[in-house]
């Protein structure tokens, strides 16, 4: 059974940081591309940035470009999310997503979310 | 960057009506678009990829159909539990965008 975690959400304040984490098991970690999408408090769902297989292609929403960085150990089953500069507006659910083997493959598994909540 | 546009925003109907919504790429996309299911409280569920084709284990009353820059997803006799928001995606280029969300209820 594919299972996705994600974990590391919480409260800071504007500028500062947080890295989430998503560990998957149940399926070939290292085949998909992986996915995390967002949803603000009430609002609907946002596409935030995608990594390959192997890494070494990554794309992002441009409101996050510059602050987020997406990564991933294939040994640990890992996805990360490293998340500079927060601010109020990056307020929401957090979700982990497994993509496809290839790029043209939406997100098909999703975690439960870690919220994220960036006030003063 | 393309946008996607959904309509109509919310939906009231009966149990046993048909219900479509439509999703509008502002550039044509093939047929690289998604839908998905939410359910208050819920984690987005995976309903159709490739515009038509269901996700294994989706009830066949629901089917999507388009191609290029418009889109549908049909529920062919409402049911209770369909009540959610659905987002279409598309997936063809990043970013890979969503629409803003129909609401479905039951009248």
């Known amino acids: ?120 | 960057d393309i946008q996607m546009t959904q309509s109509p925003s919310s939906l009231s109907a009966s149990v046993g009506d048909r219900v479509t919504i439509t999703c509008r790429a502002s550039q044509g996309i093939s047929n690289f678009l998604a839908w998905y299911q939410q359910k208050p409280g819920k984690v987005p569920k995976l309903l159709i990829y490739a515009a038509s084709t269901l996700q294994s284990g989706v009830p066949s009353r629901f089917s999507g159909s388009g191609s290029g820059t418009d889109f549908t997803l049909t529920i062919s006799s409402l049911q209770p539990e369909d009540v959610a928001t659905y987002y279409c995606q598309k997936y063809i280029t990043a970013p890979w965008t969503f629409g803003q969300g129909t609401k479905v209820d039951i009248k």
């Open chain 1, 1 to 120: 059974e594919v299972q996705l975690v994600e974990s590391g959400g919480g409260l800071v304040q504007p500028g500062e940081s947080l890295r989430l984490s998503c560990a998957a098991s149940g399926f070939t970690f290292s085949n998909y591309w992986m996915t995390w999408v967002r949803q603000a408090p009430g609002k609907g769902l946002e596409w935030v940035a995608n990594i390959k297989q192997d890494g070494s292609e990554k794309y992002f929403v441009d409101s996050v470009k510059g602050r987020f960085t997406i990564s991933r150990d294939n040994a640990q089953n890992s996805l990360y999310l490293q998340m500079d500069s927060l601010r109020a507006e990056d307020t929401a659910v957090y979700y982990c997503a497994r993509s496809g083997t290839q790029w043209s493959f939406p997100p098909s598994y999703w975690g439960q979310g870690t919220l994220v909540t960036v006030s003063s």
